[in-house]
């Protein structure tokens, strides 16, 4: 049992049928709490195959981690493992010694985890890491036989200058290149089966796609099975053949991923394909432009039914809105901003670049770009929370570089911000009630009683109960969080909203009743949005208008439909190459 | 790395002249005689007040007070004690004792606190831990005279295990209980240190991604938990410094350790005032050099700091 | 691909039952409302180390506030040289120091000192460090770098030695507010950091950036937004900052540039018995039992408050 290859008899079982290599059978895992047994995973059935791609979908909190993190058995504090079998290649890992899982991992199971920041140790070089997982599981011997096979598994990785930089050490790899390190790590000792567990959440998308690409050509070439672990419908289907949707730590669908794209049969994976951006997107490009989703959904409407979340809803009901917005004229207007930072020793950074736009009343535009673009940069100039280096921003007839004190104070009111991480973007220790009340209190807008009120009004608006008013942030789930602060941004009625983030942190279903919840807003108060992600596929379906930012500058800038049909720079065709679920058929 | 130590020497220079200029002003600028108000309630012979009034250029103004006494330090002018000795002699006599006092201390704490750090660490909420913890409580809230008198009470007069008092040219057997006490005082510290910094790499990411290359767990707890937990713990080397110099005062006093502590302990009690001045002034500049050399320690055992522009 | 599918990987879908959909994102808030505080209470109050801590700290404010409560033996002038060292008697129950004073009349009477010294350290170290730590932290730039060289000064110099190099002049005026005075002027640098540090990080939450962009006043964000999410580790480090000055005071009168010998103290006592160490140990070691467990009782608590209070420790439990 200590030397299988890949391809050898233990494939066939006794009965002649064939074995699969992993198989998980009412998987139940339980975590010990103060208050008993919590099960996080229950009663779940895999079952993979040699040479094939499986994912497990499924939103946080719905188990996807934890199964994969039982199979190799490493769950994270109480965590463990309370019935069922895993069975690889016919052994049971759930009965498995400690020494028997350690022969497992590395060299039978390879394992590639989430965010390739905290996934290395900081205070030993890449070349001691990748060495010491080949020495651990026997691949080489020798001082230079174990160094040779470390640079040539990553160089397989996709880091052409391994042998220069295996003295170097993580803080010196950007974060793609880890995560290619952390993949090296995991086809270290040519496993049989690699588990990754969101390997590319925490890039960039085109970094993502790089790197996806790089993965998937390479398990094919080494024979390796993979099972990888997303929260992205989109993605799952387009990199696995197989699919397993979770959710509460149940499998509530599973089979070939096409099929279930394409005929999604229990409700919570209707849900989650009405949900998903990129595929939203996807579908919107299939019919041609926003104008025909209508039409779509109407086709679609099994998908559609009793599901009040449907993002093609949300952008149709925003296109009724462009057209009456068109002629507007704008409330902000953006001329040559440049924002240059002195770094000591470094000379100058030039964050933003000659940035140039308008927004018509009432409209959204998204600007859009890749970490480290400029973006945020350019909401917090318009917020005035920093100043230009030069260049100029009009808001409602104001120069904002000549307004101060009073005016400037008044000019705040009108415009409002919403910041991305929901975990901070309230004072833990301040009540809702107070939370929304102080820009009234702040701007000693009305009296207690008419503020309270108002209070109310502005939670019966982001759909929240009256109840919460006593309530602290820490009850309140990230949506809820990015509600409130929602609630808060609207204290004051403003005309201007400007949303850095605001969903990228949700998961998918929260994130589409969020951006319903802001389509109906704008369409109801009449807001402009200036909506700064970095994820194309959630602006097709918010935005009117898109600037796409690259270092700094505006490379591209149209209206939403444009940028999709007809991306003239490369950089856009990438950034749309790279919405996970692009080359998907969806039979539509 | 040229960069860091440069950086860190810059920083070095005025926290320097800050705090000679501090202590010199603690003395010497205060309203009244401050070479009278030195002595206390004591008299002092006129020779001696004379003596010292020339010393500290009284009748400079107080700022060019302050650089001659600055220039004294370093070219090693650091005065005359009472009995006509000068200081940086009883210094170069008296160091080298304390100095083996004190990394015999270094040691006993270190190798201890860390294991039982570790130990606690990694069987958290266990019999061993939660004794550690009632253990390490306790000796945190006992002073370290207390703890001196009861360990040469107990050890050195009921078990006559040592000897109470420290016998001339300090042999090393003599300076073991002095060395456990004053390693008393910072053991409870690094092993609830080491504790909390193993508790939060053991959680770290990386430590679970070791596993996942297969490693046993052998070898994750020292390469990866301890190595990585070891980095607060050199920090806390600097503070530790400090509660060593006026541990090493006191310690050395009970037990008659002819070190720099005891010089420093009975110039104190004699109520000899410029003496206690001129030593506290060495000790401080000692104690800035010690956190400088930690600093380095600690960008040789963390490269994110090593190689940091 | 599809033909890669074997058979027992066809299409399948849970029965609706088995995972019933529920509302997303469902507002579950129930029972009491609660923030860091609540949560911090509720949990510390489940701890018997918090409740015995309390009640010894309670005990010995107690003692400071009202030692005529504990005993009618004055600690000074009723000594008599014929009890010496001596033991146990009728009325005096732990027996006699070498002056023949009642060591549990001078234990009981020596509280208050060792407890003001404690309590007037404490208060100037959070006021100082409070102080420069906030404006530091939170006004950066040039303010901070000022104010941070100076912490460092005074952090470069360990409060024992710098109180006694204080004491040594002032020895002529030395009572509880001068070396209270003495030791807390050089104890701040520690808080003043830990405070800093901590609003350095709170400083960037995205509620704070919210509050700029409302117009709310630099001075009213510090005060509402970022101090209170800032203050937590300077309870801990306060609470056990007490413990220390206790001990200090304890540690400068057994040098002799502490309190006068007139004054009651622990230290004082301890410093007094220690050359009849051999013969009387125990009018040593009993003053040195009240003061440990007065300093033990502190360091319990700042031990409980910091579980409560650091969801890293609370993690480490």
């Known amino acids: ?588 | 790395m040229a960069g860091y130590i440069a950086r860190r020497l810059l920083q070095a220079i005025p926290v320097l002249l800050g705090t000679t200029f501090l202590i010199y002003f603690m003395v010497f600028a205060m309203p009244g005689d401050p070479i009278v108000a030195l002595f206390g309630d004591k008299t002092p012979p006129p020779q001696v007040l004379e003596q010292l009034r020339e010393r500290y250029n009284l009748d400079q103004p107080f700022i060019v007070q302050y650089f001659i006494f600055l220039g004294n330090i370093f070219r090693g002018d650091l005065g005359t004690s009472f009995s006509g000795q000068p200081v940086s002699e009883i210094l170069a006599e008296t160091f080298p004792v304390t100095l083996r006092l004190a990394l015999m201390a270094v040691i006993i704490e270190m190798v201890f606190g860390i294991a039982v750090g570790l130990i606690s660490g990694l069987r958290k909420g266990g019999i061993f831990d939660a004794s550690a913890l009632v253990v390490s409580l306790i000796l945190i809230s006992l002073p370290v005279f207390v703890v001196a008198f009861v360990a040469q009470f107990i050890f050195g007069i009921q078990l006559g295990w040592f000897r109470t008092t420290v016998g001339p040219g300090a042999p090393t057997q003599d300076l073991i209980l002095p060395a456990i006490v004053l390693a008393t005082i910072s053991f409870a510290q690094i092993t609830r240190l080491t504790r909390a910094s193993v508790i939060e790499t053991d959680g770290q990411d990386f430590v679970r991604t070791a596993a996942s290359k297969g490693l046993s767990r052998s070898r994750i707890v020292p390469v990866h938990i301890l190595r990585n937990s070891l980095i607060p713990v050199v920090t806390y080397l600097a503070v530790d410094f400090g509660v060593l110099m006026v541990g090493a005062t006191v310690t050395e006093g009970i037990f008659n350790v002819p070190g720099v502590g005891r010089t420093l302990y009975q110039a104190i009690i004699r109520g000899e005032g410029p003496t206690v001045v001129s030593f506290v002034t060495v000790m401080v500049l000692i104690y800035l050099v010690v956190n400088l050399l930690v600093d380095l320690l600690y960008a040789v055992l963390d490269p994110r700091i090593r190689y940091a522009k | 691909m599809p033909s890669n599918t074997r058979p027992d990987q066809q299409h399948f879908v849970a029965p609706l039952e088995e995972t019933p959909l529920v509302a997303i994102d469902k507002v579950k808030a129930e029972g009491k409302p609660t923030n860091l505080w609540t949560d911090a209470w509720a949990d510390v109050r489940g701890r018997p180390m918090f409740w015995i801590s309390s009640a010894l700290i309670v005990l010995v404010v107690i003692v400071a506030l009202f030692p005529g409560l504990f005993t009618q033996v004055p600690p000074n002038n009723d000594c008599q040289l014929s009890n010496s060292n001596g033991g146990p008697a009728d009325g005096h129950p732990l027996g006699f120091t070498k002056q023949g004073c009642d060591i549990y009349s001078r234990i009981i009477h020596g509280t208050s000192t060792s407890l003001s010294v404690g309590i007037i350290v404490t208060v100037l170290v959070a006021v100082l460090g409070i102080t420069f730590g906030a404006f530091a932290g939170f006004y950066g730039g040039w303010i901070d770098s000022v104010l941070s060289r100076l912490g460092d000064i005074f952090f470069s110099i360990p409060y024992i030695l710098a109180a006694v190099v204080i004491m040594s002049v002032f020895s002529k005026y030395a009572n509880v507010w001068v070396i209270s005075l003495a030791i807390g002027i050089f104890a701040w640098p520690a808080t003043a950091r830990v405070l800093r540090a901590e609003i350095l990080r709170v400083k960037n939450a995205d509620y704070v950036m919210a509050a700029t962009a409302l117009g709310v006043s630099r001075f009213r964000i510090l005060l509402r937004h970022v101090l209170p999410n800032s203050i937590a580790p300077v309870i801990v480090i306060t609470t056990i900052s007490l413990a220390s000055a206790i001990v200090a005071e304890a540690t400068l009168s057994f040098l002799g540039v502490g309190l006068p010998s007139s004054t009651m103290s622990w230290g004082n006592d301890i410093s007094a018995a220690q050359l009849d160490l051999r013969t009387a140990p125990q009018v040593l070691i009993l003053p040195s039992i009240a003061l440990s467990i007065t300093v033990l009782s502190f360091i319990m608590l700042g031990e409980v408050v910091r579980d409560a209070l650091d969801p890293k420790a609370r993690a480490r439990r």
């Open chain 1, 1 to 588: 049992m200590t030397d299988t290859t890949k391809a050898t008899e233990s494939a066939v079982r006794r009965d002649g049928s064939e074995r699969p290599i992993l198989e998980i059978k009412n998987l139940e895992v339980g975590f010990n709490t103060q208050n008993g047994l919590v099960k996080a995973v229950d009663g779940v059935n895999i079952t993979l195959y040699r040479g094939q791609s499986l994912a497990i979908v499924g939103e946080s909190g719905s188990g996807k981690s934890t199964t994969a993190h039982a199979i190799i058995n490493l769950l994270p504090g109480t965590g463990q493992v309370t019935g069922g079998q895993i069975l690889l290649d016919g052994q049971d890992l759930t009965k498995a010694s400690k020494k028997e899982m350690e022969v497992v991992r590395g060299r039978k199971i390879g394992f590639v985890p989430q965010d390739p920041m905290s996934n290395l140790n900081p205070v030993w070089s890449i070349g001691f890491q990748v060495e010491e997982a080949i020495k651990a599981n026997g691949i080489a011997t020798g001082r230079k036989e174990i160094k040779k096979r470390a640079i040539e598994v990553l160089k397989q990785a996709g880091l052409q200058d391994a042998d220069r930089r295996l003295k170097q050490f993580p803080h010196q790899f950007s974060g793609g290149m880890r995560q290619r390190v952390l993949i090296g790590m995991g086809l270290a000792a040519d496993p049989q089966l690699l588990i990754a567990d969101e390997p590319t959440s925490a890039l960039d998308v085109t970094v993502q796609r790089v790197i996806l690409d790089h993965l998937e050509s390479l398990t094919r070439e080494l024979g390796t099975t993979l099972l990888f672990i997303t929260h992205d419908l989109g993605l799952a289907a387009e990199r696995a053949e197989q699919l397993v949707v979770m959710y509460k730590g149940r499998v509530v669908e599973s089979g070939p991923s096409v099929e279930i794209l394409q005929n999604p049969q229990h409700p919570y994976t209707q849900r989650l394909v009405a949900a998903a951006p990129s595929l939203a997107s996807r579908r919107i490009q299939a019919t041609g432009s926003i104008a025909a989703a209508e039409a779509a959904m109407q086709s679609d409407a099994e998908t559609a039914a009793g599901d009040e979340i449907d993002l093609l809803a949300t952008a149709e009901a925003r296109a009724e809105l462009l057209a009456a917005a068109e002629s507007a004229p704008p409330a902000i207007t953006v001329e040559h901003l440049t924002k240059v930072y002195k770094i000591r020793g470094a000379g100058d950074f030039t964050a933003v670049d000659d940035v140039s736009f308008q927004i018509p009343k009432g409209t959204t535009m998204a600007l859009v770009g890749e970490s480290g673009s400029g973006k945020s940069t350019v909401a917090k100039m318009l917020l005035k929370l920093e100043d230009a280096t030069s260049g100029k921003i009009v808001v409602g007839g104001q120069d904002l570089a000549s307004v101060t004190g009073k005016q400037l104070f008044d000019l705040r009111s009108r415009m409002q911000p919403v910041f991305q991480d929901p975990y901070g973007s309230l004072n833990p220790l301040r009540n809702i009630g107070n939370t929304i009340s102080e820009p009234l209190s702040t701007h000693g807008v009305g009296d207690r009683a008419s503020r309270r009120e108002r209070v109310f009004e502005l939670l019966d608006q982001v759909s929240l109960p009256r109840t919460l008013v006593g309530r602290y942030p820490n009850e309140l789930s990230g949506g809820q969080r990015q509600r409130i602060a929602i609630a808060r941004a609207l204290a004051l009625k403003p005309e201007i909203v400007v949303l850095d983030e605001a969903v990228s942190a949700l998961d998918v279903l929260v994130q589409a009743q969020i951006l319903r919840l802001l389509a109906d807003l704008q369409g109801e108060l009449g807001l402009t949005y200036l909506f700064i992600t970095h994820d194309l596929a959630v602006v097709r379906v918010i935005a009117d208008h898109v600037s796409v930012m690259q270092r700094g500058r505006i490379v591209e800038a149209a209206t939403t439909d444009e940028v999709f049909e007809n991306p003239r720079q490369q950089y856009t065709q990438d950034l749309l190459a790279a919405i996970p679920g692009a080359n998907i058929e969806l039979g539509a």
